[in-house]
């Protein structure tokens, strides 16, 4: 669900970038507080995990479209909200930055569709809800399945508001939203079952990190060193190898596009602002669509495919894309974890200039 600037006015865009870049300082000032040793560490590992995970595009049938994870839930039921969306943030901008996976001017409204709605609203007003302070395997499924499906809901919504207030003709309200809202149904049932996996397997094998995020408690102290060095192997080989077996039928916001509008892509505009940051991204973009630039895949994220690519479409470009996006999301979530830490200890420390550690 990934937008382009070809859907959004520069009014839109930067509005979005205002109120996404609020939100991320907010998150950032309650962050502080509860950082910690542990952490910072397993936020860089997930925020890994989500940008190799959304990498596999699942079909959904029947439909010739397909989809993938956000991560929003997984993220906020594992780290709480406010690390979530500095996590999801880090992912977005790494993949807008680096790989032209949705654009730079529409980044803002990217953050607040894949990030604000599911850790600010379907994470605490559902997922919570559901779970009500008592983790059993049924209450994780049906609180992920619901708490994804109104994230995704929500999030696909604010898409046609996005481009609907944004004058964009060729996607008229009505035909938009009735594409957008069923499809990503379809794909919100499938992450939420995703989520409810990934939770459930982090619930047997570390309940302590479900305890700190989940129900706000201390933990157990325990080192989660071979948790992360776990999760870290998944991710390497989700991004190297599994990324190979995604579907290559347009994600559900593509898919979505091409029977609202009869096209796949619609044109950007020549000049102004989102021409000035498109030629940015093509300056950063060194892995366009997850592969080298003088690769010719078949079309897969961002361009509609006639027909589905035979799996495994076993290509080195994607592979390497996915280990390089990996290590650049978990370096950029550490350091930005690691700024908020130094800058909570340097605040402590003026308060309490006699304290040493």
């Known amino acids: 669900m990934h937008m382009a600037d070809a859907l959004i006015s520069p009014a839109v865009g930067a509005t979005m970038w205002a109120a996404a870049g609020g939100l991320i300082v907010y998150s950032a000032h309650r962050l502080k507080a509860e950082l910690d040793e542990r952490k910072v560490p397993l936020m860089g590992v997930l925020g890994a995990f989500v940008f190799a995970a959304q990498m596999i595009n699942f079909t959904i049938p029947a439909t010739g479209s397909s989809g993938h994870i956000g991560g929003g839930i997984i993220l906020s039921i594992l780290l709480g909200p406010d690390a979530a969306l500095i996590t999801i943030a880090s992912i977005l901008t790494v993949q807008a930055?680096?790989?032209?996976?949705?654009?730079?001017?529409?980044?803002?409204?990217?953050?607040?569709?894949?990030?604000?709605?599911?850790?600010?609203?379907?994470?605490?007003?559902?997922?919570?809800?559901?779970?009500?302070?008592?983790?059993?395997?049924?209450?994780?499924?049906a609180g992920?399945?619901?708490?994804?499906?109104?994230?995704?809901?929500?999030?696909?919504?604010?898409?046609?508001?996005?481009?609907?207030?944004?004058?964009?003709?060729?996607?008229?309200?009505?035909?938009?939203?009735?594409?957008?809202?069923?499809?990503?149904?379809?794909?919100?049932?499938?992450?939420?079952?995703?989520?409810?996996?990934?939770?459930?397997?982090?619930?047997?094998?570390?309940?302590?990190?479900?305890?700190?995020?989940?129900?706000?408690?201390?933990?157990?102290?325990?080192?989660?060193?071979?948790?992360?060095?776990?999760?870290?192997?998944?991710?390497?080989?989700?991004?190297?190898?599994?990324?190979?077996?995604?579907?290559?039928?347009?994600?559900?916001?593509?898919?979505?596009?091409?029977?609202?509008?009869?096209?796949?892509?619609?044109?950007?505009?020549?000049?102004?602002?989102?021409?000035?940051?498109?030629?940015?991204?093509?300056?950063?973009?060194?892995?366009?669509d997850y592969d080298f630039r003088q690769s010719q895949k078949p079309a897969g994220r961002g361009v509609a495919a006639a027909a589905p690519a035979a799996a495994p479409a076993v290509n080195v470009g994607t592979s390497v894309a996915g280990l390089v996006g990996t290590a650049l999301t978990l370096g950029l979530v550490a350091l930005v974890s690691v700024i908020l830490k130094t800058r909570t200890q340097d605040r402590a420390a003026r308060q309490n200039p006699f304290a040493r550690s």
């Open 97 to 141: 930055l680096f790989f032209a996976d949705g654009g730079l001017l529409a980044l803002g409204c990217n953050i607040i569709n894949i990030g604000f709605f599911p850790c600010f609203v379907a994470y605490p007003l559902i997922f919570r809800k559901i779970v009500d302070d008592r983790l059993t395997r049924g209450r994780i499924l």
């Open 144 to 288: 992920s399945v619901a708490s994804v499906v109104v994230g995704l809901q929500l999030g696909a919504l604010a898409v046609v508001l996005e481009t609907v207030g944004s004058g964009i003709s060729e996607l008229p309200f009505k035909a938009f939203v009735l594409l957008m809202q069923p499809i990503h149904l379809a794909i919100g049932c499938v992450e939420g079952l995703i989520t409810s996996a990934v939770v459930s397997f982090v619930w047997k094998a570390r309940p302590e990190i479900l305890e700190m995020a989940t129900l706000a408690g201390p933990g157990t102290g325990r080192s989660t060193k071979k948790f992360l060095a776990s999760l870290a192997a998944v991710t390497i080989l989700l991004a190297g190898f599994l990324s190979w077996f995604a579907s290559s039928r347009p994600d559900g916001l593509e898919w979505s596009i091409e029977r609202a509008a009869g096209k796949s892509e619609l044109a950007e505009a020549p000049h102004g602002l989102a021409a000035a940051l498109g030629r940015v991204q093509n300056m950063t973009a060194f892995l366009p």
